[in-house]
């Protein structure tokens, strides 16, 4: 589905992100994780070509057979949405606080199908429903503020989903929501992806939740990917110094019996790349 | 009383209350505002159809009369009734502030937009252009026009008007920017939005109330400029009656009839005083800290 080739982003001259390679099959979960500042963001943002002009980004990064490196904005502008949809962190900060819920689901159908105003009116509730928001006919005369952050943020998975996108990106969309509100934002993705055949990189700092919902797992630190294989792999028998580390920092996962110290430690890349 | 009704009650007075805007936030400046602007507006649209006597019949023999129970505000040097002088002379005051604001609004609000969207470097260069347009001052800008194009309503609303672009332009820039700056933007960017959609429908509506403010400010401002221009001559040229031109007529006669003066200035102060007053309270009315959360 998607293929990453010497991706370089860089801000002159200085290297933030170096992938030599990262595939994501069609229909497959990739779980991307790291810590902050480790390039998660940077990666995906580059697969959108929304990153600031200011970074340079070369290499390739090919999907669905076409290169999107260098595809003219119009073109981009087509796939942004309708092909590859994407999620944030904190739903209450990406919806646009005037405007309707209803209206802001059918933003895409607006954009990239013909459909009429009752046809979106329509998909529009089925969207709402299948992201299992209670009574859509109330909400969509809603603003975003008067939802909950969980309400808020299957009303962003509903815009995302909305024209069938091959390829879903979600940039820790549970970071930002109470912890009883993510498992059920975790099993909805989860269930979407399944039903729909569709890819997702799902991007986070919490390897728990990643373990959760992908088939594989890619370890990124300091801009590059250090490890990447199966959940029980990762998590089981991790190669990388700094994946035992993350491991043990993470207080969610059984048995982790390795104890290193995340600050102030450098870790050392070679291993397992 | 049993509980359920009370659990009912309690709900819908707290959906009556959120559903409404908090009654502090009509402050006084509000509805002072409105009634002026209310009645300006009222008395200059019943002078469209109605007026207390025809205001270009002259009657020289009962010229510059005090107020009488036929002339309620007394005559003008020609004897016209100066009530129906005023009322009509709105038309022309009113007329030419809306059309210099919608233009200053319209253009000024775009251009703001898309400078904030085209990044730091246009910004700054519309910020100093934008400098120059505010430095001239609007009546000189007048009194060029009149001379290269003849006085009237086209050089008194150009000149508003190019005032009014660039100040406007600036006040929009900086909100705008910080809109832009938001999340939501970047997510109606993975929908494949361009930028110009982005900027007018997705910034403007945050940045709305602030270009309402802005709307009533300038909608005074040019009520006080189309008054000095008419009183200079530079504005409407008779018989179009207007009231600067008014008061420019009665000021060498201030001290044979003072009354004169006293109507005409005395409805530039009050419509001056009203979007003035409206201004300030819509800003406090529309506040988006107070009455929504989440947006700049």
Same mark, same amino acid.
């Given at each position: %589905?998607?293929?990453?080739?010497?991706?370089?982003?860089?801000?002159?001259?200085?290297?933030?992100?170096?992938?030599?390679?990262?595939?994501?099959?069609?229909?497959?979960?990739?779980?991307?994780?790291?810590?902050?500042?480790?390039?998660?963001?940077?990666?995906?943002?580059?697969?959108?070509?929304?990153?600031?002009?200011?970074?340079?980004?070369?290499?390739?990064?090919?999907?669905? /057979?076409?290169?999107?490196?260098?595809?003219?904005?119009?073109?981009?502008?087509?796939?942004?949405?309708?092909?590859?949809?994407?999620?944030?962190?904190?739903?209450?900060?990406?919806?646009?606080?005037?405007?309707?819920?209803?209206?802001?689901?059918?933003?895409?159908?607006?954009?990239?199908?013909?459909?009429?105003?009752?046809?979106?009116?329509?998909?529009?509730?089925?969207?709402?429903?299948?992201?299992?928001?209670?009574?859509?006919?109330?909400? *969509?005369?809603?603003?975003?503020?008067?939802?909950? /952050?969980?309400?808020?943020?299957?009303? %962003?998975?509903?815009?995302?989903?909305?024209?069938?996108?091959?390829?879903?990106?979600?940039?820790?969309?549970?970071?930002?929501?109470?912890?009883?509100?993510?498992?059920?934002?975790?099993?909805?993705?989860?269930?979407?992806?399944?039903?729909?055949?569709?890819?997702?990189?799902?991007?986070?700092?919490?390897? /728990?939740?990643?373990?959760?919902?992908?088939?594989?797992?890619?370890?990124?630190?300091? /801009?590059? *990917?250090?490890?990447?294989?199966?959940?029980?792999?990762?998590?089981?028998?991790?190669?990388?110094?700094?994946?035992?580390?993350?491991?043990?920092?993470?207080?969610?996962?059984?048995?982790?019996? *390795?104890?290193?110290?995340?600050?102030?430690?450098?870790?050392?890349?070679?291993?397992?790349? | 009383?049993?509980?359920?009704?009370?659990?009912?009650?309690?709900?819908?007075?707290?959906?009556?209350?959120?559903?409404?805007?908090?009654?502090?936030?009509?402050?006084?400046?509000?509805?002072?505002?409105?009634?002026?602007?209310? $009645?300006?507006?009222?008395?200059?649209?019943?002078?469209?159809?109605?007026?207390?006597?025809?205001?270009?019949?002259?009657?020289?023999?009962?010229?510059?009369?005090?107020?009488?129970?036929?002339?309620?505000?007394?005559?003008?040097?020609?004897?016209?009734?100066?009530?129906?002088?005023?009322?009509?002379?709105?038309?022309?005051?009113?007329?030419?502030?809306?059309?210099?604001?919608?233009?200053?609004?319209?253009?000024?609000?775009?251009?703001?937009?898309?400078?904030?969207?085209?990044?730091?470097?246009?910004?700054?260069?519309?910020?100093?252009?934008?400098?120059?347009?505010?430095?001239?001052?609007?009546?000189?800008?007048?009194?060029?026009?009149?001379?290269?194009?003849?006085?009237?309503?086209?050089?008194?609303?150009?000149?508003?008007?190019?005032?009014?672009?660039?100040?406007? $332009?600036?006040?929009?820039?900086?909100?705008?920017?910080?809109?832009?700056?938001?999340?939501?933007?970047?997510?109606?960017?993975?929908?494949?939005? !361009?930028?110009?959609?982005?900027?007018?429908?997705?910034?403007?509506?945050?940045?709305?109330?602030?270009?309402?403010?802005?709307?009533?400010?300038?909608?005074?401002?040019?009520? =006080?400029?189309?008054?000095?221009?008419?009183?200079?001559?530079?504005? $409407?040229?008779?018989?179009?009656?207007?009231?600067?031109?008014?008061?420019?007529?009665?000021?060498?006669?201030?001290?044979?009839?003072?009354?004169?003066?006293?109507?005409?200035?005395?409805?530039?102060?009050?419509?001056?005083?009203?979007?003035?007053?409206?201004?300030?309270?819509?800003?406090? =009315?529309?506040?988006?800290?107070?009455?929504?959360? !989440?947006?700049?």
């Amino acid at each position: %589905m998607i293929e990453i080739n010497n991706l370089r982003i860089s801000i002159s001259d200085k290297a933030l992100v170096a992938i030599d390679h990262l595939v994501v099959a069609p229909g497959e979960r990739l779980g991307l994780v790291g810590e902050s500042g480790s390039g998660k963001t940077l990666t995906v943002m580059s697969i959108l070509g929304l990153l600031p002009e200011m970074m340079k980004v070369e290499g390739s990064i090919s999907f669905a /057979g076409r290169e999107l490196l260098g595809m003219p904005e119009k073109e981009l502008a087509k796939i942004r949405g309708r092909d590859i949809a994407m999620v944030f962190q904190d739903p209450s900060r990406s919806l646009n606080p005037t405007m309707k819920i209803g209206h802001q689901v059918g933003e895409t159908l607006r954009l990239h199908t013909n459909m009429g105003r009752m046809e979106i009116r329509q998909r529009v509730l089925e969207l709402m429903h299948s992201v299992r928001l209670q009574s859509p006919e109330k909400m *969509v005369n809603r603003y975003p503020h008067e939802l909950s /952050g969980g309400q808020q943020q299957r009303v %962003m998975i509903a815009m995302a989903i909305a024209c069938g996108p091959k390829l879903l990106i979600a940039d820790e969309p549970t970071t930002a929501l109470d912890v009883t509100v993510q498992q059920g934002v975790l099993e909805l993705l989860l269930q979407l992806s399944q039903d729909s055949d569709m890819s997702m990189v799902f991007v986070s700092h919490d390897l /728990g939740v990643v373990q959760a919902i992908s088939d594989r797992i890619a370890v990124m630190y300091r /801009g590059e *990917v250090i490890e990447i294989g199966p959940p029980a792999q990762i998590i089981d028998s991790p190669a990388a110094d700094y994946t035992k580390a993350l491991i043990a920092a993470n207080p969610s996962i059984p048995n982790a019996d *390795v104890l290193v110290r995340l600050a102030g430690t450098r870790f050392n890349t070679d291993q397992g790349a | 009383m049993n509980g359920p009704e009370t659990d009912t009650i309690v709900i819908a007075t707290q959906e009556a209350r959120r559903s409404r805007p908090r009654s502090s936030t009509y402050s006084p400046q509000l509805l002072v505002g409105v009634a002026l602007t209310g $009645a300006v507006a009222a008395i200059t649209l019943l002078s469209l159809f109605w007026t207390p006597w025809n205001p270009l019949t002259l009657d020289v023999e009962n010229r510059l009369q005090p107020p009488s129970s036929e002339h309620w505000f007394g005559t003008d040097r020609l004897g016209r009734d100066l009530l129906t002088q005023v009322m009509v002379g709105g038309q022309n005051s009113l007329y030419v502030s809306i059309v210099a604001t919608a233009i200053g609004i319209v253009l000024g609000t775009s251009l703001g937009l898309v400078a904030a969207g085209a990044g730091a470097r246009w910004g700054a260069a519309l910020t100093r252009i934008s400098d120059i347009g505010i430095a001239l001052p609007s009546i000189l800008i007048a009194l060029v026009l009149a001379t290269a194009v003849g006085p009237g309503n086209l050089s008194v609303i150009i000149a508003i008007s190019f005032w009014f672009v660039p100040v406007t $332009a600036r006040v929009v820039v900086g909100p705008a920017r910080q809109v832009l700056a938001l999340d939501f933007i970047e997510a109606a960017m993975t929908h494949g939005r !361009g930028r110009i959609y982005i900027l007018f429908r997705q910034v403007l509506p945050n940045i709305a109330p602030l270009v309402i403010v802005q709307t009533s400010m300038m909608f005074a401002a040019g009520i =006080l400029i189309e008054a000095s221009l008419s009183f200079l001559g530079v504005g $409407a040229q008779p018989p179009t009656a207007s009231w600067g031109r008014l008061l420019n007529e009665s000021q060498p006669l201030l001290q044979i009839a003072p009354y004169y003066t006293l109507l005409p200035g005395m409805f530039v102060v009050i419509t001056v005083l009203g979007f003035n007053l409206l201004g300030d309270g819509l800003a406090v =009315l529309l506040d988006p800290q107070q009455s929504r959360k !989440g947006v700049v």
